[in-house]
Structure formats: C-alpha cells, structure tokens
C-alpha cells in the first residue's frame, strides 16, 4: 500500500474561487482539463494573487467538493481570522477530526496534486480496512518548492470504520 498517515487536524476555513466541473467524474481526462484550465485562468487574470494577499500561511489549496449535486473545484488560501471574503469566493469549512494525509511531488503544482490524488482515490482509500472517506470537502495542499519540485498533500477527512 502507498505512503499516508492519519492525522488529526484542527478545523480550519478555505477561501477559494470555484468553477463547476461538467465533465462525468469517471472522465479523468476531462476533469483534469477543466482543473487546468482553471487553474491557468486564475493565475493570469490575477484573482489568485488577490486570494493570497488574505492567506493565514504559504500554502495553495485545490478543493473538491459536491454542492447542490454539482462537482466543484476551487483554488484556495487558509483565511486569515480577519480576511474579509470577495463577492465570488466561497468560504470552505473543514471540520477537525481525522485526516488521510498522502504526501507527494512532482514538477509542476499540477502534477504534484494528480500524483497524490490518484494515490490517495486509488490506492488508500480501495484498500482501507479501517477507516473510510464518506464525503465532504478534500484538498490537495501545495507545502512549497525546492530544487525545481513542488511538494505537497491530499487532505480527506475520514471516519474509523
């Protein structure tokens, strides 16, 4: 089985700017074009940046979430306590608890979370015995960047089965 640990986390809150993923979730293909795409539209049109001006620390988060039956992607910061949230941005909650953290990196920030995302949705998660995801947000979290790598986890929140 891959590289993880279980750790527990303290809540914390996402601000992220979204963008509904049409393709079929099966679609991996699809699904990772929508991310690019987005990603690159928000790192040129500048909205990232202004996310970063409001970031408690260093790190970049894409989060995936279902709402209202629709698939979500957002690129994201961890809110300072006194970030006032744009008009456009979603705030995202993430309960304290128990999370499946799975480490990794690659050469860009998006084949870094590819990496640990197929890791963590097809290798832990199938051959867990005792603890499973059973939904709500997850995260890829960018840590940093050393000798032209870019390193950093997936975050799913799990229960003890």
Request: aromatic content about 10%; proline content about 3%; overall charge negative.
């Amino acid at each position: 089985m891959a590289d993880y640990i279980l750790e527990e986390k303290d809540s914390f809150t996402v601000i992220g700017l979204g963008t509904e993923l049409k393709s079929d979730y099966t679609d991996y293909a699809g699904v990772a074009r929508e991310k690019s795409d987005f990603w690159q539209e928000v790192s040129q049109d500048g909205r990232l940046d202004t996310l970063k001006g409001m970031a408690a620390n260093d790190y970049i988060f894409a989060v995936n979430e279902a709402v209202n039956n629709k698939m979500m992607h957002y690129a994201g910061v961890m809110a300072k306590e006194s970030a006032s949230v744009p008009e456009e941005a979603r705030v995202i909650q993430f309960p304290k608890g128990k999370y499946l953290v799975v480490k990794g990196e690659g050469q860009t920030a998006e084949e870094m979370k590819n990496t640990v995302t197929g890791i963590a949705f097809g290798q832990v998660l199938p051959e867990a015995q005792d603890f499973a995801y059973v939904g709500g947000p997850n995260t890829t979290v960018e840590t940093g960047q050393q000798n032209g790598k870019v390193y950093g986890e997936m975050w799913i929140p799990v229960v003890e089965k």
